[in-house]
């Protein structure tokens, strides 16, 4: 996928040619602000003076100004859970102190979680209950992760901020992603989610549920639904106000609502999952974000990661990630996405977009540990 900038508003992905990769096209230059010069050896460090923190590049041009940070982080490692209260505390406090790293002075963050052990507890309740109420599209369950998801992560956030002195509000958007229908993602479901089930009834299932299936070996059955790509935010605006202001504004949560427009302009609700660092990615282009980075649970991207020859990468050009993507260095499933939206912000913006942990992320912001994507 390939960058291209065309005369219309809204982001598409489209292919490019001889990679496989994937990357956004972005269409309102006058709301991206795009700078696609080349440069390399952008340091991050922390903003001095501060005592908060904030993005300070070794290339002032290059980030000076732009709007807020934008944060992904995924359903597994950082969510809190409201099963587990000392658990969930001990996620805020670390995730507080990488906000408290992060937030600049002149605006707030915008912060885009996962949910998919959520979604797929409410698909086994949906289950559960089906012989008593009807099930939740998924759409439906995506907006209700967004809300409860939203609601413990801005709890927790707002208590571990205020132990330390910092009073900043958290507010979360109920935000809407829409999609293609058209997209040739949608007549190729791939992404599993819920429960597993017996593989007798995998012909029941298809043919009165309609349910796609796939087969995991040792486990059974599971349904798999389409994972299309995202291409406009329909809350950006809102999204914008509230950083602006200087919140921690969640939003996007899941990848977002999948919706897709009609032919009269309204919104209806698809059945399908949208990556949230994809999302995450567009966020930060819409944005034009003075940075972009993705949270997850190891320091920095390794080459031949698990193996003996395992090696850390720090830093790579968009054409070095690009490269890896198609010798299939980084699987689809796990780290490949977050490259991809990496590339994607990188190529829009001119910015380095960074890969990290929490615990990891001071030092990557001085360029000892992470590794960022560079134009």
Not at 352 to 373: C, I, N
């Amino acid at each position: 996928m390939a960058l291209r900038l065309t005369p219309h508003r809204g982001v598409a992905w489209v292919p490019a040619q001889a990679t496989g990769t994937a990357a956004y096209s972005a269409a309102a230059p006058e709301l991206m602000a795009p700078r696609l010069t080349p440069h390399r050896g952008v340091a991050w460090v922390p903003a001095q003076a501060t005592g908060t923190a904030a993005y300070s590049a070794a290339d002032p041009e290059l980030m000076a100004g732009g709007g807020p940070p934008v944060v992904a982080f995924g359903g597994n490692a950082l969510l809190p859970d409201a099963r587990d209260p000392g658990a969930a505390a001990a996620q805020a406090e670390g995730f507080a102190e990488a906000m408290l790293i992060l937030l600049p002075d002149d605006s707030g963050v915008v912060l885009v979680h996962g949910n998919g052990p959520q979604v797929g507890a409410l698909l086994l309740k949906n289950e559960a209950a089906r012989s008593e109420v009807p099930a939740s599209p998924l759409d439906v369950l995506v907006a209700e992760t967004q809300g409860s998801i939203g609601y413990l992560l801005s709890r927790s956030l707002h208590n571990a901020l205020a132990a330390r002195g910092r009073l900043v509000e958290v507010a979360t958007i109920v935000t809407q992603v829409v999609v293609d229908p058209d997209d040739p993602a949608m007549a190729m479901p791939t992404k599993p989610v819920g429960p597993f089930y017996a593989e007798e009834d995998r012909d029941d299932l298809r043919a009165e549920r309609g349910w796609e299936m796939v087969t995991v070996p040792g486990k059974g059955v599971r349904r798999v639904v389409p994972s299309p790509p995202p291409i406009d935010v329909v809350e950006i605006e809102a999204v914008a106000g509230a950083a602006a202001d200087g919140r921690l504004v969640i939003a996007g949560g899941g990848g977002g609502i999948p919706v897709a427009r009609s032919d009269d302009g309204g919104l209806v609700g698809v059945e399908a999952v949208i990556d949230k660092d994809r999302t995450a990615a567009l966020i930060a282009i819409k944005l034009n974000a003075r940075g972009f980075i993705i949270l997850t649970e190891v320091d920095h991207v390794s080459l031949h990661f698990g193996t003996p020859e395992e090696s850390p990468i720090l830093e790579m050009s968009i054409d070095r990630a690009e490269e890896l993507l198609a010798a299939a260095e980084f699987p689809p499933g796990s780290m490949g996405p977050k490259i991809e939206s990496c590339i994607a912000y990188a190529t829009a913006t001119g910015r380095p977009a960074l890969v990290t942990s929490v615990a990891a992320l001071g030092d990557a912001l001085q360029g000892r540990d992470g590794t960022r994507v560079v134009p």
